[in-house]
């Protein structure tokens, strides 16, 4: 079969690998899409721990069982599926209780197993028992539920928030994770929605899912703080999402927060330049409450994939380019240039 194989830090190839096996108790699935995710750029830019080359990554699949194991019983040859990579442990001290999220020996797909980069990938036992592998609905394509893994942490992040009714919510990056946070913060409803970004370019692709106001942030500038006490009579923000790898965003955040307000860090800082100076006076006599979130239960993947079919989060919309994998050079340069929301390859 073809694959697309991670040889070393930016460089990426097309090439003949064998076709997986079906595990006893897991499945083989044919690929009919597979979106690239930010952390798969960050792979092939820098390399991953987990990943050790050569290896078949891709994490945000979708496609149609071809094969399953004699004692697989939830599955059947033909049914379409999306596939989220979280593999957990389910017995850990968070599993037991329902927190999958925080599960301490989470592994996932296309890391400890290999990826959806592929005509076929093989889904393991693990994954069927302690995973997030749902069956697509109708009338959802390939391509939509192939990005419903990315907007499954995003769900999970305004569960925990508690994003609802009174909520003034500021979104910092207006990337393809910032806009599911305006989608989905809208269906929760909150009453006002503010996306912000330093990129017109990219404010102007966010345009589409109607953010109540849309601010351009300029680095070193104080205005888009400013602005967003104005729009609250001087109140602030009650949920502010960090969608972006920014530690100058993380401390806006705090600065542009109410007395109260939750701040959602969902970006991911540079390991060689994660710290952070702040006035943690704000924290302590704001009251407010910094929250990491970065991925989900499956509950919330079974969540996304309703709201994608229900048009409470407009799927399509973010697709900006289909691309068959030996295009794939083409689709992460757009993405690199800001040009895309998500591409999707199609094996």
């Not at 073809?2 to 897991?26: I, N, S, T």
């Not at 990056?173 to 017109?200: N, Q, S, T, W, Y």
């Amino acid at each position: 079969m073809k694959a697309l194989v991670f040889l070393e830090p930016g460089r990426m190839e097309l090439q003949d690998v064998p076709k997986p096996e079906c595990p006893d108790r897991g499945m083989v699935v044919k690929v009919e899409a597979c979106g690239i995710c930010g952390s798969d750029l960050r792979t092939f830019q820098s390399g991953h721990p987990r990943v050790r080359p050569p290896w078949v990554i891709g994490h945000e699949v979708a496609g149609v069982v071809v094969e399953v194991g004699k004692e697989v019983k939830k599955f059947s040859v033909g049914d379409r599926v999306a596939v989220a990579p979280p593999v957990y442990c389910g017995v850990c001290w968070y599993c037991r209780r329902g927190i999958y999220y925080l599960c301490v020996n989470q592994r996932e797909l296309a890391q400890a197993w290999p990826g959806g980069f592929a005509e076929y990938m093989a889904i393991p036992e693990e994954a069927l028992a302690f995973g997030s592998i749902h069956k697509i609905p109708e009338g959802l394509s390939f391509e939509e539920a192939a990005i419903s893994e990315p907007a499954s942490s995003c769900v999970n992040a305004h569960e925990i928030a508690g994003t609802s009714l009174e909520d003034t919510v500021v979104i910092i990056g207006a990337g393809p994770i910032g806009c599911f946070h305006v989608e989905i913060a809208r269906a929760r409803g909150a009453r006002k929605i503010i996306l912000m970004d330093v990129l017109e370019s990219r404010l102007e692709l966010a345009r589409r899912f109607s953010p109540d106001v849309l601010i351009r942030n300029i680095p070193g500038s104080s205005e888009h703080i400013d602005r967003v006490f104005a729009l609250t009579d001087g109140l602030g923000a009650s949920v502010v999402v960090v969608a972006c790898p920014s530690g100058e965003a993380q401390q806006d955040a705090i600065a542009m927060a109410a007395k109260g307000g939750r701040i959602l860090f969902f970006g991911g800082l540079p390991k060689d330049n994660s710290k952070v100076v702040f006035d943690s006076n704000l924290i302590h006599y704001r009251g407010l409450h910094v929250i990491g979130a970065t991925t989900f239960s499956p509950k919330h993947h079974e969540i996304v994939l309703d709201m994608f079919a229900t048009g409470k989060i407009h799927a399509r919309e973010y697709i900006t380019h289909v691309l068959p994998l030996e295009k794939f050079a083409e689709g992460f340069d757009a993405l690199l240039s800001g040009k895309a929301l998500k591409v999707v390859l199609k094996p």
